[in-house]
């Protein structure tokens, strides 16, 4: 993604103009584009948009597939709250609501995931949590066609075979449930079904 610095740079030199002409066509002071040129000022959405505009070119609000996606931080952020809180279920439905968002894109998205959605977070405070984030976030981008990050894939496998369910069905369902697990979960120690990671 093309820096703001970089970008209204480059616009207003195609543009043909100066620093003091594009302060005069836009009414952003000079300095402030001076500023974000260098990139030592962060501009807010309506500055850079006058900014171009008054460069000659006409800004286009599109919203991207992946507006829907959490942050990675965000996630872990929220799983160890909730665990902190004894809330483990609620925990789950955060974890599995991320990991769902990304499955129902579909597809990679052209340019792939943005960093944000992919990056390695902090740990949840729990490593059989961050084992299961790691694994569910990996297998969601596997599932659109994409590779995960490295440490989705460096996190260690459980110590004892796992479920998503905080009860214990029995041996019989294990066992069942083990056939139906994907490869990506077994080699985790995780007991899961596909399903179990998709959203309406």
Do not use: C
Not at 38 to 44: H, K, L, Q, V, W
Not at 49 to 56: F, I, K, P, V
Not at 152 to 158: A, S, T
């Amino acid at each position: 993604m093309t820096s703001p610095s970089t970008l209204l740079r480059d616009s207003r030199r195609r543009a043909g103009i100066s620093q003091a002409e594009l302060s005069r066509r836009s009414g952003i002071e000079q300095s402030t584009i001076s500023r974000i040129e260098a990139a030592t000022s962060e501009p807010g959405w309506e500055t850079m948009t006058a900014a171009l505009e008054a460069s000659g070119w006409t800004v286009k609000i599109e919203r991207l597939p992946t507006a829907s996606l959490v942050p990675t931080r965000e996630i872990a952020k929220s799983i160890r709250g909730w665990l902190r809180g004894g809330e483990e279920w609620t925990a789950m439905l955060d974890m599995v609501e991320a990991a769902g968002r990304i499955r129902a894109l579909g597809a990679l998205p052209e340019g792939g995931l943005p960093r944000w959605a992919v990056e390695e977070p902090a740990s949840t405070g729990d490593q059989k949590w961050d084992t299961l984030l790691a694994t569910g976030l990996a297998y969601s981008i596997e599932m659109i066609g994409g590779t995960p990050e490295p440490w989705m894939e460096d996190v260690p496998p459980l110590s004892e075979p796992t479920m998503l369910t905080s009860d214990d069905p029995g041996d019989e369902y294990r066992a069942r449930l083990r056939t139906q697990t994907p490869a990506r979960f077994l080699a985790k120690n995780i007991l899961t079904r596909d399903r179990d990671w998709t959203t309406a």
